[in-house]
């Protein structure tokens, strides 16, 4: 099984600022996703991060605002950028399941004041 | 388009009663079922996945669920219901075709009482 490590766990950020969440999985994979939990909903896919290509964006997800960065097979970062209140959310990172299931990240909460 | 529902938002049962969560799904390709729990301020568990074989799968915490490919469903099942078992749970379904990608239910909201 994969060991996801999220930082930061939480944090409250001022609107208008921007907030990098870290993702350091324990073993290299191919495929990292992204995924976002608004308050009270369920999870949404961000964007899927490959290593060595450009993030590929869901729909109504934008690079500009969620920048993502995957330098090699066991690290990734998503930036929420410019944010506001609506971005206050639990982000979450994923990685791919190759046989088993898919892990997933503790999770960063999100509050934007 | 992929879609799953999860047609209850909320259920409540009785501690020791049994339990079953609906989850039905439209997906394109052959696919890959999960079911998660996520307690309140914690992450997301797995409880059981199903990818093929055997159509009734066994997980953890006693949570067992039966793939029915002619009903697209992949409903959760507990015989006797514990009070830690209150919690959000989540279908999810996947497909190597979609890239991997996981869509989710909306959840449902499992509360117990004593």
């Known amino acids: 099984s994969a060991v996801i490590s999220q930082k930061p766990s939480r944090d409250i950020c001022q609107r208008g600022t921007s907030l990098t969440i870290q993702c350091q999985v324990d073993s290299q994979v191919t495929m990292m996703f992204w995924y976002r939990q608004q308050p009270g909903q369920s999870l949404t896919l961000i964007a899927t991060?490959?290593?060595?290509?450009?993030?590929?964006?869901e729909s109504g997800f934008v690079i500009d605002k969620f920048p993502i960065s995957r330098p090699n097979l066991t690290f990734s970062t998503l930036t929420v950028s410019n944010m506001s209140p609506e971005d206050s959310s639990i982000y979450l990172c994923?990685?791919?399941?190759?046989?088993?299931?898919?892990?997933f990240g503790q999770g960063t909460r999100l509050t934007v004041v | 388009a992929q879609s799953v529902t999860q047609p209850d938002i909320h259920i409540t049962v009785s501690e020791g009663a049994s339990l079953e969560l609906r989850c039905n799904y439209s997906?394109?390709?052959?696919?890959?079922l999960f079911w998660y729990v996520q307690s309140p301020g914690q992450g997301l568990q797995l409880l059981l996945k199903y990818f093929s074989g055997d159509t009734l799968v066994q997980g953890i915490k006693g949570f067992e669920a039966e793939f029915k490919r002619s009903q697209s469903s992949f409903n959760l099942r507990k015989p006797s219901v514990h009070w830690s078992d209150a919690a959000e749970y989540f279908c999810a379904v996947g497909a190597r075709e979609y890239g991997n990608k996981l869509v989710f239910g909306a959840g449902t909201i499992l509360r117990v009482k004593s």
């Open positions: 997906y394109g390709a052959t696919p890959y």
């Open positions: 991060a490959n290593q060595g290509s450009e993030a590929t964006y």
């Open positions: 994923s990685v791919e399941w190759p046989n088993t299931e898919a892990f």
